[in-house]
């Protein structure tokens, strides 16, 4: 099974800053993909990257994936109060295993 | 709206007790997943399964049990409970394309 390591563990800026959080995996993948868990709520699907990209955009998002490194970013760019959220990173498999995730607190 | 489905929403019982935990996937997937989260902790992967069979298995105890129906719901059961499996459960579904999960809202269990 996959499973995907987030870090920074917790991670909090000033709203308008970026926020970058890295995701760690240990076997060859098909895709990774991030997802977004407001307190509380059921994970949203952000945005996947396949093996054969070096990069993906999404409005404010900003993916890269390093299948030598085994590694994964995500950017948000300009960050908003709204952002605030944990943030965890996935990677296909049989079963689909989540990290701990990032905890992004964005302060107004 | 995910299009998922799960409830109850909140639940609270006493140790001891058994509790079984509905989730209706999105119209047409085949993979229903569980999870389990503790407080302000990542989320643990229970069990998979696609279209009626069990296809993978993550850390669950063994006084929890699911299964999936020919409708393609999914009900999770925890029995004996322990005051430490209070915990939000999550169900998702997956239409397999491209293997993006479709979280429900949770069913938030708390033992006493």
């Known amino acids: 099974s996959q499973q995907g390591e987030e870090d920074p563990q917790a991670l909090s800026i000033q709203e308008g800053e970026n926020a970058t959080m890295n995701c760690s995996y240990k076997?060859?993948?098909?895709?990774l993909q991030w997802y977004r868990q407001n307190s509380g709520r059921g994970l949203v699907h952000l945005i996947l990257i396949r093996s054969n990209e070096r990069e993906k955009h999404s409005g404010r998002l900003r993916v890269t994936l390093d299948t030598s490194k085994k590694s994964s970013s995500l950017l948000i760019t300009a960050s908003r109060a709204a952002d605030t959220a944990s943030y965890f990173c996935a990677t296909d498999g049989k079963d689909m295993r989540f990290g701990a995730g990032t905890r992004l607190t964005v302060k107004p | 709206d995910s299009g998922v489905t799960q409830t109850p929403k909140h639940l609270i019982t006493a140790t001891g007790q058994r509790v079984t935990l509905r989730c209706s996937p999105r119209s047409g997937d085949l993979s229903v997943y569980w999870y389990q989260q503790s407080l302000d902790q990542g989320l643990q992967f229970l069990i998979q399964?696609?279209?009626?069979?069990?296809?993978a298995k993550g850390n669950i105890l063994e006084r929890f049990s699911a299964q999936q129906f020919p409708d393609l719901h999914s009900e999770l059961n925890l029995s004996s409970l322990e005051l430490g499996d209070s915990a939000l459960y999550f169900c998702?579904?997956?239409?397999?394309?491209?293997?993006?999960?479709?979280f429900g809202e949770g069913s938030r269990l708390t033992v006493l």
């Open positions: 076997t060859s993948i098909n895709n």
């Open positions: 399964y696609y279209n009626g069979e069990e296809r």
């Open positions: 998702a579904s997956s239409g397999g394309g491209s293997g993006e999960l479709f």
